[in-house]
């Protein structure tokens, strides 16, 4: 069984700062893993993938992840927060390509001006 | 091409009512999922299909939730009898095909039992 976990459900950064998502994951198999986003009264937007190819992925407006398996993690990063990324980040975690996602609780992000 | 879309965008039912839920696939998508996603929580997997079949419904919770895609585009979630418990967002998110890594995501059904 596979399972995902996002530490901190809310998280505030100002306006230029650091962004850092937390997430841990748990598969039997090599895990295909996501970071998805949600804006209010939407849909998740696919920002990046990893599907074993290289261990640090670059998404959509400037986000990426690392891949460390030894940390079961595929932390979501941004090196500079601007105020269009408030919105809800999900982690997820899939077996296989095209099989179905399961997702972390969701981290909700702030952006202080 | 259009995205996915669900209607109605928001329910309101009557606790023992029944409702039904529909998604509209993007044209040519083989690949369909239903998630439901609570108050405050991530979507969590209802069932899935590939074109007409329905090769996956292991997280439907009850016998009440019944999903079918007859000729393999639309497809449509009915919750019978419908409870409070019931109430969520209701997501489809479709994808070109079963190697497909993608899915693309509908605006969601939030469906509230009162």
């Known amino acids: 069984a596979q399972s995902v976990t996002q530490l901190g459900s809310h998280v505030s950064v100002s306006e230029g700062a650091l962004v850092l998502l937390r997430c841990n994951y748990s598969?039997?198999?090599?895990?295909?893993l996501f970071w998805y986003v949600q804006y209010p009264n939407q849909g998740l937007q696919l920002l990046l993938k990893?599907?074993?190819?290289?261990?640090l992925v670059k998404g959509i407006n400037g986000f990426e992840a690392e891949f460390k398996k030894s940390e079961t993690s595929f932390h979501l990063t941004k090196p500079s927060a601007h105020m269009s990324d408030a919105a809800e980040y999900f982690c997820?975690?899939?077996?296989?390509?095209?099989?179905?996602?399961?997702f972390g609780g969701g981290t909700r992000v702030l952006v202080k001006p | 091409g259009a995205g996915v879309s669900q209607s109605p965008r928001y329910k309101v039912a009557k606790r023992g009512q029944d409702v039904a839920l529909r998604c509209d696939p993007i044209s040519g998508h083989v690949s369909l999922f239903w998630y439901q996603q609570a108050l405050g929580q991530g979507p969590e997997f209802l069932t899935y299909?590939?074109?007409?079949?329905?090769?996956?419904k292991s997280g439907l919770p009850s016998d009440r939730f019944f999903a079918e895609r007859p000729e393999g585009s639309v497809s449509t979630l009915k919750i019978q009898r419908t409870q409070q418990e019931d109430s969520a967002v209701y997501l489809c998110?479709?994808?070109?095909?079963?190697?497909?890594?993608?899915?693309?995501f509908g605006p969601g059904t939030r469906l509230t039992v009162t």
């Open positions: 997820a975690v899939s077996e296989a390509a095209g099989n179905k996602l399961t």
């Open positions: 990893y599907t074993s190819a290289a261990t």
């Open positions: 598969s039997s198999v090599p895990p295909y």
């Open positions: 998110a479709s994808s070109f095909d079963p190697g497909s890594y993608e899915q693309y």
């Open positions: 299909f590939q074109n007409e079949a329905q090769l996956d």
